[in-house]
Structure formats: structure tokens, C-alpha cells
């Protein structure tokens, strides 16, 4: 069972970055992977993803410009650059993986391997 583990997340202040990185447990695989955040009282959203190749990316609108999804040197890890950051990024974040090279997916049910989550808190 392919195992996905985030780290990175914390506090940081209205306009600060942060980075958070995921690394899915069998490096023998080529992934694509995908952030999602959920909210306090809100459904889990998509906030950005890339295909295994590491030459497609998708966003949220609300992120554009902002956030900046790239591969980690491996095959098996992603990170998450959030730069401007504001209180409605506040979420909790989610890695999500699933094998594959070319496609990049913004829907959740594509994801058949997920992270426990890393906590984002952005304070004003």
C-alpha cells in the first residue's frame, strides 16, 4: 500500500510564504499529484496539481500568481510554494497521488492514495 506523507505546514503572517512538500512511499512510481485544502466548516477544494512528467500544472483561480506546484527532484515528491499568503488560505492541506505520467487531475475521486493532512494557519 502506497503510503503519502506532508510536512512543512505552520503559522506564518498575513503576506508571508510558506512551503509545504509531500513524498509518496514507493519510489518506483511515477505520479501525478495534486494539493487540496479544507477549511474549518467548509468541503474539501482544489487548490493545485501536477502530471507525472512534471510539465502540466493546474490551479485554482484563487491561488494564480500566488502558489507555484512543482516536482522535488524524484518522481515520488511534490512540493507547495505559497507565497502571499492570506487568512482564506488558512486549511488544512492534503497531498493527493495517483499513478500516472502525462495527466494531471483537478478531481478528487481521480486520487487513489491521500496524506493525512499538514495544518496551514495564516495570522492577520
Known amino acids: 500500500q502506497v503510503q503519502v506523507a506532508e510536512s512543512g505546514g505552520g503559522l506564518v503572517q498575513v503576506g508571508g510564504s510558506l512551503r509545504i512538500s509531500c513524498a509518496a512511499s514507493?519510489?518506483?512510481?511515477?505520479?501525478?499529484m495534486a494539493w487540496f485544502r479544507q477549511a474549518p466548516g467548509k468541503e474539501r477544494e482544489f487548490v493545485a496539481a501536477i502530471n507525472g512528467k512534471g510539465d502540466s500544472t493546474y490551479y485554482t483561480d484563487s491561488v494564480k500568481g500566488r502558489f507555484t506546484i512543482f516536482k522535488e527532484n524524484a518522481r515520488n515528491t511534490v512540493a507547495l510554494q505559497m507565497n502571499s499568503l492570506q487568512p482564506e488560505d488558512t486549511a488544512v492541506y492534503y497531498c493527493?497521488?495517483?499513478?500516472?505520467?502525462?495527466?494531471?487531475?483537478?478531481?478528487?475521486?481521480?486520487?487513489?492514495?491521500w496524506g493525512q493532512g499538514t495544518q496551514v494557519t495564516v495570522s492577520s
Open positions: 514507493d519510489r518506483s512510481i511515477t505520479y501525478s
Open positions: 493527493a497521488a495517483q499513478r500516472g505520467y502525462f495527466d494531471a487531475y483537478t478531481n478528487q475521486q481521480e486520487y487513489r492514495y
